[in-house]
């Protein structure tokens, strides 16, 4: 990864050059900053351009034998240590049983990874998982090997807060004196959750937030649409992996409501070919799917009937429901309105008990038919 990879953060990428053409580089540094912000991404360009071959002015060249394998994350002076957990067929877990995961995560999310995000990629979601004396005594005898390859053997512990005290003795020391050419690199969340004898032992280096600017660039550079992006942005709050969850979220709203439309019409219009077609697809999706589409079609049903009351003004609703909501609302009234609630209703339930979703949904599109045509 190279600085140019890490979005923004332009100072700190600065100094951090700096300290290398000043040849001051410390032994031990702590990378701190908030969830999104790239400190991760930071930490690996630093470890990168520090043993680059050919550095092209304050940055690593992306080129040189090592790039190469730091770019894979498989360079052999490269060891990365992070908390693990417990898992089936792994009783005695330790970083570098899960380092294919680890890799994986690191090239789908260009390097900014979350807690949630790790527990989930290892199956570990309702474990805590820790930075346990095994992986410490293994820290040890990493260090005690000479480097294969180059200047500098790099070790990145991730989420040091999560170290596990009674074995955080046991690094102490290597912190304190380690051998000749070694680089700790610590990233944290959270400062007050570490260890102190960790603590007073690293130099920090202190990430912000994202600016926005540089966040809008960056995922509309990822290829996501300008207009999501701001809308996104703007309650991200300098947060990378914020932004795209909010982003996939509204992708999803965007699917369940041209999916509500496109089905309406075809009910109203009783077109057949068209609602079997529907009812294939949905078997498709994956039953949360699913329930997401009936909560949606539920809450639109509910619009419906506020508008019917003159209520409109309580509507919250983007402008292209809004234009949909305004031709669809006269066919839900009264009548048919607490029908169509409780048969979504109804819907969920068994979508949630793993109901047949051909079956389903075909039911659900022949009583709209009866209900909305009246
Ligand atoms: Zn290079």
């Known amino acids: 990864m190279r600085f140019a990879d890490v979005i923004g953060q332009e100072d700190v990428k600065k100094r951090l050059v700096q300290t290398v053409k000043d040849s001051r580089v410390s032994h031990a ?14 930490a690996i360009a630093y470890a990168q351009y ?3 071959t050919n550095k092209q002015g304050d940055d690593s060249c992306g080129e040189c034998p090592s790039c190469v394998k730091y770019q894979k994350f498989i360079h052999p002076d490269l060891h990365f240590i992070y908390p693990t957990a417990k898992i089936k067929n792994i009783e005695k877990p330790m ?6 995961q680890w890799r994986e995560l690191l090239f789908e999310t260009n390097s900014n990874i979350n807690l949630p995000d790790w527990y989930s990629k290892i199956g570990i979601e309702r474990k805590q998982a820790i930075i346990n004396a095994r992986d410490c005594n293994e820290i040890i005898k990493t260090l005690t090997y000479k480097s294969y390859e180059s200047e500098y053997k790099v070790m990145i512990i991730w989420m040091v807060e999560k170290l596990f005290h009674a074995a955080a003795p046991k690094i102490l020391k290597v912190l304190e004196e380690p051998p000749d050419k070694t680089l700790f690199l610590l990233v944290s969340e959270n400062q007050d959750l570490i260890i102190n004898t960790i603590l007073s032992r690293a130099q920090l280096i202190k990430i912000g937030r994202l600016d926005d600017n540089n966040l809008s660039k960056a995922l509309i550079s990822d290829g996501y649409e300008p207009a999501v992006v701001n809308d996104a942005v703007r309650i991200a709050g300098g947060n990378y992996l914020a932004a795209v969850r909010l982003i996939s979220q509204s992708d999803d709203e965007r699917y369940n409501f041209i999916n509500f439309r496109d089905w309406m019409r075809n009910v109203y219009q009783f077109d057949v070919e068209k609602l079997i077609k529907f009812v294939a697809e949905m078997s498709k999706n994956s039953r949360e799917k699913n329930k997401s589409f009936l909560n949606y079609a539920l809450r639109f049903t509910r619009e419906c009937l506020l508008m019917n009351y003159g209520s409109g003004d309580l509507v919250r609703v983007s402008s292209e429901e809004l234009e949909f909501i305004n031709k669809f609302y006269p066919f839900v009234n ?5 029908l169509i609630a409780e048969e979504l209703d109804r819907a969920i339930y068994h979508i949630e008990r793993n109901a047949n979703p051909n079956v389903l949904f075909m039911d659900l599109s022949l009583k709209f038919t009866k209900w909305l045509r009246k």
């Open 29 to 42: 540094q702590l990378f701190l900053g908030p969830e999104g912000s790239g400190k991760l991404a930071l």
């Open 334 to 338: 009264e009548r048919n309105s607490s």
């Open 95 to 100: 970083s570098k049983d899960f380092i294919k």
């Open 50 to 52: 520090i043993n680059c």
